[in-house]
């Protein structure tokens, strides 16, 4: 069961990490342009420098979309060179009517084997009714996002609420069908963390938003963790895959995922 | 630009139909099955028995993704034999931060070359920005959709709208950056499709749900065409797909689309 599994490699792992795998040929390390399959390769050196640092790998799935059949190739291909018991979340954000949500499901739970998917809230209840359905797996429905645009309609009042207060409400009771459920709340919202997690005591939370987009982490550890400091991810992408952009680029990775992991942990043991 | 070439195709096949190419192994007619490709013959008949008819084709994508690299060939296979004349809608209710969602403007616009697309607003600006910014192709922005989900957000009011209406009317403002915006509103609110285009007169409108989902034709014609009758594309998929599961299904299938396209334009004509 998705929890378990969760909490269990966050024990296992001693971290709250999630790394985003997400790949970028204009961004990746000269040295590593020259290689045969040099996405790949790069997305190997990561994992190898990182592994023993996270409890999850987040593959944003555009990344390997927009490359078209080759990028599935390397999708599928990094799903393999990831160890088993490390989680990976296909940050998918899909969302559709119950018919096609469930080829979405089917996707990325049957044919690629995701432990979880992000999914979007805005179609409701039989949107996310077919991912649900796979008992076995985590659902991170969208609550409050990382991005500016998150002001546009997040932020709606309505029954005295926000709509992300809303949207955490109502994935609260379709958690309670079969407990896979989990929240995707960005770490630049510093005084929103605290107020989903009042009302989801238990549910994990999946915490993008530092790094790169300046989020505050004390913030997102100290309110994003329950009371055992457990059911929590926080997800760095960029600051940790282009730490550098020299050779040793896998070494300065491993090394800014370790920064990142302790500085976590020491937040979390302040606040246990 | 899309918007006239929109109004265009409307004019010379005398249609608003827009069908939604959707291929199910296990819904396609046993006789063809026995194809070697069978959901590509599937397309090609469908296709072959419709384009006169039609001013739209929208395959949905989570039909495509569902089946890996194969299913990212046959989509690629389908675009092909589309004559050029005809408008295609990616039916991919994508969105993400505006680094991720970059990515997927450019996987459906470049490298497919799809038309339009169907976008998720619940994060804002930033995430449809780089489809917008593709400024000769569509955007069909989720507003009110025709699924029971509907209900759980879409109708939460805030300012005295519900969120359907608040997304409506960023989107007008988000329209006058590049005149590329459409909204998509299922035909099974009767009522409220009158509601959003009183806000958005000239917008183009896609609108699914008469069919399988049994939405009211007649509603959504009068009131989701602009006041020249246009601006608006009437999908219908499962109604038209599996018209029939003999071996006659492309003629049926026909059959029906030609059924549909002459009510919709009957209701259009009462109507101008």
Redesign the interface.
Known sequence: MFKLKLNRIIDQKNSLLCVGL?PDLNKIPPVIRKEKNPLLKFNQEIVMATCDLVAAYKP?I??Y??L??QG??LLEKTLDIIPSDILIIA?A??????N??C??A??FFR?YNFDAITV?????????LPFLEFTERGIFI?CL??????????Y????NKP?FL??AE?VVRWNSIHNNCGLVVGATHTSDIQRVRNITPAIPLLIPGIGA?GGDLETAVTFGTDQQGKNLLINASRSILYASSDSNFAESAGRAALELRDKINKIRKNNI
Request: no cysteine.
């Open positions: 997400d944003n555009a990344f979309e927009t078209g059949i599935w190739q940050d954000k899909r969302g559709d009517i119950g096609s949500s080829k979405y089917d996707t044919r979007s809230p805005y179609m409701g209840f039989d949107s996310v969208l996002t990382s991005n500016s645009g998150s002001e546009d309609f997040q709606l009042e309505s029954d709509l809303n949207v109502k987009q």
